[in-house]
């Protein structure tokens, strides 16, 4: 029987920590997406390849009943009918331990999947976020160049001012 693995959940919480995005630093955040996507996307193939062999063991139970079932009802001479066949076969402990199993190894699967999903758009947010940061510093660059523009233009200002009141004082002195 397929067997769910246990530090699946253990795993995927350390993933899970690791989708926050650190804006102070996006260049790390950079680095590790494509490995992390990686390792994810892994874990994804490894929890569906569980999930699917617990799919074929109880496709394979659920033969095997059916098979006991038809047999012993031959045996001992009772009629049986499809009906009754599946609710002998729903009933078997054994089927419903492996119904069990393939919905926790489904849940899990599924899991990954919505990991796999996240760290897909956490590729999309880092992609905005570094877009942003650029218009962030260019915003930057260009306020402190016309703070420059507007000091060098106001010192220009003052200068030509400071020379056109020196030049009326002159004028009025006669000089």
């Known amino acids: 029987m397929a067997k769910k693995s246990d530090n699946g959940s253990a795993l995927a919480e350390s993933f899970r ?6 804006r102070s630093d996006l260049e790390s955040c950079l680095q590790n997406q494509a ?19 617990a799919k074929l063991d109880m496709d394979e139970l659920h033969a095997s009943l059916d098979k006991e079932i038809r047999e012993a009802a031959a045996v001992n001479e009772e009629k049986t009918t499809e009906t ?8 078997e402990p054994r089927m419903q331990k492996a119904q069990r199993a393939h919905l926790d190894a489904k849940t899990e699967a599924e899991e990954w999947g919505a990991m796999k999903e996240a760290f897909h758009q956490r590729s999309y947010m880092l992609r905005e976020l570094v ?10 660059l260009d306020v402190s160049a016309a703070e420059r523009n507007t000091k060098e233009f106001q010192n220009k200002r003052g200068e030509a001012m400071a020379r056109k009141a020196g030049e009326g004082r002159r004028a009025r002195l006669g000089k």
């Open 17 to 22: 920590g690791e989708l926050e995005i650190d």
């Open 35 to 53: 490995g992390l996507f990686y390792d994810i996307a892994s874990a994804q193939v490894q929890a569906a390849a569980i999930r699917d062999a």
């Open 84 to 91: 009754g066949i599946a609710n002998a076969i729903k009933n």
């Open 131 to 140: 877009a942003l940061e650029i218009k962030r510093m260019s915003l930057e």
